[in-house]
């Protein structure tokens, strides 16, 4: 592995500041493999300074070719408590986030793995997602526009092609080292090459944070060493 990321590195050296470079033999044609599971994610992000301590949130998608969802929680010191079930056409899956200092930035995501990188398609009724956020004073009453929620999206996939291959790593690799995306905020973009990626794709291990781990977790993806995106 050091040695295949030494390769890579020094493939990346002469490169332009922003400019996405060749990227090496290793990568250029290296691809998900027909066994490989497919992570639609969804992150909650909230504004540390609206000072909410509590999130409900719910989470369906269909069951057709499909994982049951599951929940990451992000945030530190924070406690979930919740659970899934599953209907003749539906997995579900919801609880509640809470922290007794308040929530800041990414804090929970909520995935499901795919047979495909079609089998799950925002709209048409294959998920739906909600939450209620709530402000530690009046009673927890709701705080609105103070939550944001990133996806779901096709986790690994950064040019949008709904294939996740070499070319996606490119850009990856060179977001993170070149271009400002290493802990970046999550409700930014970032710019590589001139196309505009939103942070939050470049967070593969859905840590929170966007640092090397990143892209060697995709670099084991894409050649074979990982079915999944999983921790």
Known sequence: MKNTLKKITAAFA???LCAVPMVSSVTANAAANADARFTF???YYVDGTAGVKRIEHFFAN???RTSSPFKTVIAKNATYSGGNSAGDTYYNCGGTLKKTSSL???VLSVSAYCNTATDFVPGEYNYCTGYKNYKPQNNEQPSYNSITTFGPFLVGDLNGNSIIDGADYSLLYTGINYCGARNADFKTNI??????IPAYKFDINDDGVITDADYEMHLQYISNNLQKFAK
């Open 14 to 16: 002469s490169a332009v």
């Open 41 to 43: 994610r969804e992150t």
């Open 62 to 64: 269909r069951k057709y």
């Open 104 to 106: 800041s930035g990414p």
């Open 191 to 196: 710019s590589v090459n001139g196309e505009l």
